[in-house]
Every structure is written in structure tokens, then in C-alpha cells.
């Protein structure tokens, strides 16, 4: 994605000036003045950023065309600067400064593309293809279960009490119980929005207020980013695709497949959130 490479020599390294792309979820912190960021995790095809700000995203992750493309990403062409955990980085102006690398972002795209219309009947057809998903972190466990148990009857008490049990549940960057909760939110926002199901919109908010209220205290600083984006709508191409095969704009089990193959469980753990989130808004979507 990266436009022309240039280099210019200072007093102590040379500088690698490049171009690239960034989610628009990162563009508040792009585009506010510089500010110091330290460098969180570092990763063959990532390098994750926690920034001094009180916006969030509050991690932006720099990655190559290779990573996953999280909603929190600013994606450049072309190998990463090898940069040690606890460097020094600075992020704004809409310049990302890490190591010898200046990138310097110049286009944009949008992590949370709306829908469309979605007739129920597709709902109901997607319902029973996702299934339970292979291998998720969470298989059996009695929170999950009265989410979705809470979720589909529309029982608020219920489906916050369960969400609050499984912030940060589970080992990991993003652990087990955040990606469920991310894959629900993103569901919950899109389709029912796409099928004009407004109590699970409605549902989606209060979820959203309830996971991200001190999720920076509760989960990882990675996740807890994640799950600010996921309460926005925001998510990578693997969950959108997934929301877009339910809705009949593309093929749904090769997306599904796609989001399986995710981490060791998150993509696992992001189906099982998107299937309770189908199943509540076919629920709470009112009489057929």
C-alpha cells in the first residue's frame, strides 16, 4: 500500500520515510497533535503501539500486508524496523515515527462498512450453517451460555452480568472472552441494524458501555482497544466477511473458514460471538 521510499540521513540514524494506509478507527489518533507512544508487542508482521492519550484506539497496531488487518492498523508496504518491547515511538500529525521508520499515512479504509438490508430469511439460513465453531476457548462455559441465553430473550440484566464475567477471560492477547464479546457487538450493531431489529441494537449499546467501561483495567491493553472498536461496529476483514456471507453479499463458508483459521482460538471465539448475535437479533426482530 506504500507509495515512494525515501531516505534522508540525521545527526544519529537514517530516517525511512515510507507511505501506507490506516483504518479510519486509529484516525482521531492519527490526526491529533504528536504524541509519545512506546512500543507494546513486537511480531514477525506487527508491531503494536500503546499511545499517551486518552482517545481510543489507544494501541495502534503497524503491520505488513501479511498480518491480520485489525481495526486499530495502519498497514504499510515493505518489511518492519526492528524495534525492541518499551522503545520510544510518537504518533500524530498523521505520521507514525517507530524506530528508522517515518510513515507517513495517506489513504484510509473503513472497518466498519455498513450491510445493507438483510431479509430474515437469510438470517434463519445463516443461523443454522454457523453452527457451534471448531475449537473455541470458552466450550462449556456457563457465562457464555447465559449470554446467549440473555441476549436472545432480550434479558438486559442477564446479558450485562454475563458480559462483565467474561471481560478479559481467558490467556492471550485478546483473550477468549473479549473475542466473543467483540464478535457479538460487531454482530449485534450490523445485522441488526441491516434487518431493522432495534432492540438488539438497542442491546448492543448497553453491552457496548458495560465491556468497554474499564476494560483497559480488566483485559489487556491490546484487547481492551479491540473491544472499543468492536462496541463501533469495527472489525477486521475476516469477521466482515463472515457479516457479509450471513447477508448474501459474498459466499459464506469460505469467509467462515477464513475466520476460523484466526490465532489459536480468536477465531473460534469470534464465530461463537457472531452466532449469539444472529440468533438474538433473529429473536428480538419481532414476529416473522
Known amino acids: 500500500m506504500g ?3 525515501t531516505v534522508s540521513t540525521h545527526a544519529r540514524r537514517t530516517r525511512i520515510h515510507v507511505t501506507g494506509a490506516a483504518s479510519t478507527a486509529v484516525r482521531p489518533v492519527l490526526e491529533a497533535p504528536r504524541r509519545p507512544a512506546r512500543v507494546l508487542a ?18 495502534i497496531a503497524v503491520i505488513t500486508g501479511t498480518a491480520t488487518r485489525l481495526p486499530n492498523s495502519v498497514l504499510l508496504a515493505g518489511p518492519l524496523p526492528g524495534v525492541t518491547v518499551g522503545e ?20 484510509w479504509w ?32 456457563a457465562d457464555v451460555e447465559l449470554l446467549a441465553v440473555s441476549c ?6 442477564g446479558a450485562v452480568t454475563a458480559a462483565e464475567q467474561l471481560v478479559g477471560l481467558g ?39 458495560t465491556v468497554t467501561y474499564d476494560a483497559g483495567s480488566r483485559t489487556t491493553p491490546i484487547s481492551a482497544t479491540l473491544l472499543h472498536c468492536a462496541a463501533r461496529g469495527e472489525a477486521s476483514p475476516e469477521v466482515i466477511a463472515v457479516l ?26 469470534l464465530a461463537q460471538g457472531i452466532a449469539i448475535g444472529v440468533d438474538a437479533v433473529l429473536a428480538l426482530g419481532g414476529p416473522r
Open 171 to 209: 490467556p492471550g492477547l485478546t483473550p477468549s472472552g473479549d473475542d466473543v464479546l467483540a464478535g457479538l457487538l460487531v454482530t449485534l450493531r450490523h445485522l441488526g441494524a441491516a434487518a431493522g431489529a432495534e432492540r438488539a441494537v438497542w442491546l448492543a449499546g448497553w453491552l457496548a458501555a
Open 3 to 5: 507509495g515512494q521510499v
Open 42 to 59: 513486537v511480531f514477525p508482521s506487527g508491531v503494536y503501539l500503546q499511545v499517551r492519550t486518552e482517545l481510543e484506539p489507544s494501541v
Open 88 to 107: 520510544d515511538a510518537s504518533v500524530g500529525e498523521r505520521t507514525v515515527e517507530l524506530g528508522p521508520l517515518s510513515l507517513g499515512v495517506r489513504r
Open 244 to 269: 457479509r456471507g450471513i447477508a448474501g453479499r459474498q459466499a459464506l463458508e469460505p469467509a467462515l473458514r477464513r475466520l476460523h483459521r484466526l490465532g489459536h482460538t480468536s477465531g473460534a471465539d
Open 110 to 141: 473503513d472497518p466498519a462498512p455498513p450491510l445493507g438490508q438483510v431479509e430474515r430469511a437469510r438470517l434463519e439460513d445463516a443461523a443454522t450453517r454457523l453452527g457451534d465453531p471448531p475449537r473455541p476457548g470458552l466450550a462449556g462455559n
Open 152 to 157: 436472545a430473550k432480550g434479558w438486559l440484566l
